[in-house]
C-alpha cells in the first residue's frame, strides 16, 4: 500500500507530532529572538547598516509567532493556479481567465478552511499566495521572483494542465533548489478523463525530481470544469440547450493538504523560518566582518609581530612554544570579543588545527635550530647560527599566528548559527524529528548537506 501523508501516527510514549510540532516553533521563535539580541549588541552604526537584515528576523519572528504556513502556487500561464486556490478558498478570490497575464503579481489571501472534524482542527494559519505564470515574467525577473517566493513559502504547490511538458519538468527542477517540499497538482482534468497520476509519476523524467516526489504528491484537480451542455426538454414538448457548470473537484488537493498541514505544518512553519534565519544571521556575520575588517587586520598584525618578536629574541626553546601558545590564544580571544558573534563547537577543530599547525612549525625550527647551532657552535660560528635560527623562528611564529588569526575569522562568521540556540542547531534539530513517510523526510539528506555547507 502507498503510504498516504494521513498515515502517520506517534508510537505509544514518544510525543505527540502536535506537540513536537509546538516545540519545534517555540524553539525557533527562541532562537531568532536571540540573533535580534545579537545585533542590538552591535555598535550603532553596523546596526543602522542591518536595517534590512533586522526588518527579514522581524518578519520572521512575527510568522511564528502568528503559526503562519505559506502555500504558493506555481505554474505556466493559463494552467489554472488562481482557479485552484480559489476552488480552496471556495470563493472567486483571485482573477481567473482565458487571457495571459490575469495575475500580474503575486497576491495572498488567508486560508481557513471550513474544518469540522476535532481530530484534524489545523494548529496553524494558512496563507494562499498566487503568483504569475512562470512564463509570464521576463527572463532573469522571472527566475528572481520565482526563487524568492518559493524560498518565502513553506510549500509549493505546482500546478500543470493535463500530463506535464517537458519544459514544466524542467521549470519545476528549477523550483526544487528552493529547497521546499512540492505537491504536483495535475489541473483541468475533466478535459483530460484518462489521466492518471501513477502514470504520470512513471514518467518523471529526473531522478533528482523523483527522490523528492512520491505517487501521493501527484494529485488530479478540476478547480473550474468546463461547463457541459445539457439539453433541457419543457413540459409543452419544447427543448432547449443550456450550459451547466460543474462544481470544481479539488478533494484529494484539500484532503492532502489538510492532513499534511496537521501531520508537518508545524515542522514545515518552524524548519523554513529556521533556513531563512539562518541565511541573515550569516548575512550579518559577512557585515560584522566587513565592518571590523581594518580592525582585525590591525589586530592579527599586532600579535603576529608581537610573538615573532619575542621568539626571535628569546634564547630558550621551551619559552617560545609556551609565548607562541599563549600570544595564539589571546589573538583569538581578542578576535572572539572583536566581533561579539556567539561561539559554538562547529568547525573549532579546523581553528585548533591551524594553532597545532602553527605550533608544530615552531617546534620543528626550535629543534633543527638546536642541532644546527650544537654543530656550527664546534665550527666557531655560533653567534650568526643563533641570530639566523632567531629570525627564522620568528618568522614561522609570524605566519602562524597570522594564519590563526584568518581561521579565527572563518571560524566565527562561518559558524555563528551553530550556537546552542543558533538557527542551524535548531533547524538540524528539525531534521532529527523527521520520520517517514513525512514529504519533507524526503529533503532531509539534501537539506542536511546544505545546513552542513554553511
Ligand atoms: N476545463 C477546465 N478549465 C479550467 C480549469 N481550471 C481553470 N480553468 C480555466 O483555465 C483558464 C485559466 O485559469 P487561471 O486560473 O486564470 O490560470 P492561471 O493563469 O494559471 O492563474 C481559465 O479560463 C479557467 O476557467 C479546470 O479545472 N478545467
Ligand atoms: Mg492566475
Given at each position: 500500500?502507498?503510504?498516504?501523508?494521513?498515515?502517520?501516527?506517534?508510537?505509544?510514549?514518544?510525543?505527540?507530532p502536535?506537540?513536537?510540532?509546538?516545540?519545534?516553533?517555540?524553539?525557533?521563535?527562541?532562537?531568532?529572538?536571540?540573533?535580534?539580541k545579537?545585533?542590538?549588541?552591535?555598535?550603532?552604526?553596523?546596526?543602522?547598516?542591518?536595517?534590512?537584515?533586522?526588518?527579514i528576523?522581524?518578519?520572521l519572528?512575527?510568522?511564528?509567532?502568528?503559526?503562519?504556513l505559506?502555500?504558493?502556487?506555481?505554474?505556466f500561464v493559463?494552467?489554472?493556479?488562481?482557479?485552484?486556490?480559489?476552488?480552496?478558498?471556495?470563493?472567486?478570490?483571485?482573477?481567473?481567465?482565458?487571457?495571459?497575464?490575469?495575475?500580474?503579481?503575486?497576491?495572498?489571501?488567508?486560508?481557513?478552511?471550513?474544518?469540522?472534524?476535532?481530530e484534524?482542527?489545523?494548529?496553524l494559519q494558512?496563507?494562499?499566495?498566487d503568483?504569475?505564470?512562470?512564463d509570464e515574467?521576463e527572463?532573469?525577473?522571472?527566475?528572481?521572483?520565482?526563487?524568492?517566493?518559493?524560498?518565502?513559502?513553506?510549500?509549493?504547490?505546482?500546478?500543470?494542465?493535463?500530463p506535464?511538458?517537458?519544459?514544466?519538468?524542467?521549470?519545476?527542477?528549477?523550483?526544487r533548489?528552493?529547497?521546499?517540499?512540492?505537491?504536483?497538482?495535475?489541473?483541468?482534468?475533466?478535459?483530460?478523463?484518462?489521466?492518471?497520476?501513477?502514470?504520470?509519476?512513471?514518467?518523471?523524467?529526473?531522478?533528482?525530481?523523483?527522490?523528492?516526489l512520491?505517487?501521493?504528491?501527484?494529485?488530479?484537480?478540476?478547480?473550474?470544469?468546463?461547463?457541459v451542455?445539457?439539453?433541457?426538454?419543457?413540459?409543452?414538448?419544447?427543448?432547449?440547450?443550456?450550459?451547466e457548470?460543474?462544481?470544481?473537484?479539488i478533494n484529494?488537493?484539500?484532503?492532502?493538504?489538510?492532513?499534511?498541514?496537521?501531520?508537518?505544518?508545524?515542522?514545515?512553519?518552524?524548519?523554513?523560518?529556521?533556513?531563512?534565519?539562518?541565511?541573515?544571521?550569516?548575512?550579518?556575520?559577512?557585515?560584522v566582518?566587513?565592518?571590523?575588517?581594518?580592525?582585525?587586520?590591525t589586530?592579527?598584525?599586532?600579535y603576529?609581530?608581537?610573538?615573532?618578536?619575542?621568539?626571535?629574541?628569546?634564547p630558550?626553546?621551551?619559552?617560545?612554544?609556551?609565548v607562541?601558545?599563549?600570544?595564539?590564544?589571546?589573538?583569538?580571544?581578542?578576535?572572539?570579543?572583536?566581533?561579539?558573534?556567539?561561539?559554538?563547537?562547529?568547525?573549532?577543530?579546523?581553528?585548533?588545527?591551524?594553532?597545532?599547525?602553527?605550533?608544530?612549525?615552531?617546534?620543528l625550527?626550535?629543534?633543527?635550530?638546536?642541532?644546527?647551532?650544537?654543530?656550527?657552535?664546534?665550527?666557531?660560528?655560533?653567534?650568526?647560527?643563533?641570530?639566523?635560527?632567531?629570525i627564522?623562528q620568528?618568522?614561522?611564529?609570524?605566519?602562524?599566528?597570522?594564519?590563526?588569526?584568518?581561521?579565527?575569522?572563518?571560524?566565527?562568521?562561518?559558524?555563528?548559527?551553530?550556537?546552542?540556540?543558533?538557527?542551524?542547531?535548531?533547524?538540524?534539530?528539525?531534521?532529527?524529528?523527521?520520520?517517514?513517510?513525512?514529504i519533507?523526510?524526503?529533503l532531509r539528506?539534501e537539506?542536511?548537506?546544505?545546513?552542513?555547507?554553511?
Amino acid at each position: 500500500m502507498v503510504p498516504t501523508h494521513s498515515s502517520l501516527t506517534s508510537a505509544p510514549g514518544t510525543q505527540s507530532p502536535g506537540h513536537k510540532q509546538g516545540d519545534h516553533i517555540q524553539r525557533a521563535r527562541v532562537s531568532i529572538k536571540q540573533v535580534l539580541k545579537q545585533v542590538e549588541s552591535l555598535p550603532l552604526p553596523l546596526q543602522a547598516e542591518l536595517q534590512t537584515e533586522l526588518g527579514i528576523l522581524s518578519g520572521l519572528d512575527l510568522k511564528l509567532n502568528q503559526r503562519l504556513l505559506q502555500i504558493a502556487a506555481f505554474g505556466f500561464v493559463s494552467r489554472g493556479k488562481s482557479a485552484v486556490l480559489n476552488a480552496l478558498f471556495a470563493e472567486p478570490i483571485f482573477p481567473v481567465g482565458p487571457l495571459n497575464g490575469e495575475t500580474q503579481w503575486p497576491r495572498s489571501v488567508r486560508w481557513s478552511p471550513g474544518v469540522t472534524d476535532q481530530e484534524i482542527k489545523l494548529p496553524l494559519q494558512i496563507e494562499l499566495i498566487d503568483t504569475p505564470g512562470l512564463d509570464e515574467i521576463e527572463g532573469q525577473g522571472r527566475a528572481q521572483m520565482a526563487q524568492e517566493i518559493a524560498h518565502t513559502a513553506d510549500l509549493i504547490l505546482f500546478i500543470v494542465a493535463g500530463p506535464p511538458t517537458s519544459l514544466e519538468w524542467e521549470a519545476l527542477k528549477d523550483l526544487r533548489q528552493a529547497g521546499r517540499p512540492l505537491l504536483v497538482v495535475v489541473n483541468k482534468a475533466d478535459l483530460y478523463p484518462e489521466l492518471d497520476a501513477a502514470k504520470i509519476y512513471d514518467r518523471l523524467p529526473d531522478q533528482a525530481l523523483r527522490k523528492i516526489l512520491a505517487p501521493q504528491d501527484i494529485l488530479l484537480t478540476s478547480a473550474a470544469p468546463t461547463p457541459v451542455e445539457v439539453r433541457v426538454e419543457w413540459p409543452d414538448g419544447r427543448t432547449t440547450t443550456d450550459w451547466e457548470s460543474l462544481p470544481a473537484n479539488i478533494n484529494s488537493l484539500k484532503t492532502t493538504l489538510l492532513n499534511l498541514i496537521h501531520q508537518e505544518g508545524g515542522f514545515l512553519v518552524a524548519l523554513n523560518t529556521l533556513l531563512q534565519a539562518q541565511r541573515v544571521e550569516r548575512e550579518i556575520a559577512n557585515q560584522v566582518q566587513r565592518y571590523h575588517s581594518q580592525a582585525s587586520k590591525t589586530c592579527i598584525w599586532q600579535y603576529a609581530r608581537l610573538k615573532a618578536a619575542l621568539i626571535a629574541v628569546c634564547p630558550l626553546g621551551f619559552i617560545d612554544i609556551g609565548v607562541n601558545i599563549f600570544a595564539d590564544l589571546l589573538l583569538i580571544g581578542t578576535l572572539v570579543k572583536l566581533y561579539q558573534l556567539p561561539t559554538h563547537r562547529h568547525q573549532v577543530n579546523q581553528l585548533w588545527g591551524k594553532m597545532l599547525i602553527s605550533l608544530l612549525g615552531l617546534v620543528l625550527v626550535e629543534v633543527s635550530g638546536y642541532l644546527f647551532f650544537d654543530i656550527t657552535d664546534v665550527l666557531a660560528v655560533g653567534l650568526f647560527s643563533w641570530m639566523s635560527t632567531g629570525i627564522l623562528q620568528g618568522c614561522v611564529g609570524l605566519y602562524g599566528s597570522i594564519q590563526v588569526g584568518k581561521q579565527t575569522q572563518t571560524y566565527l562568521v562561518t559558524g555563528c548559527t551553530w550556537g546552542p540556540l543558533g538557527p542551524s542547531t535548531m533547524a538540524r534539530n528539525i531534521l532529527d524529528d523527521l520520520k517517514s513517510p513525512m514529504i519533507l523526510y524526503r529533503l532531509r539528506q539534501e537539506l542536511f548537506e546544505k545546513l552542513n555547507k554553511l
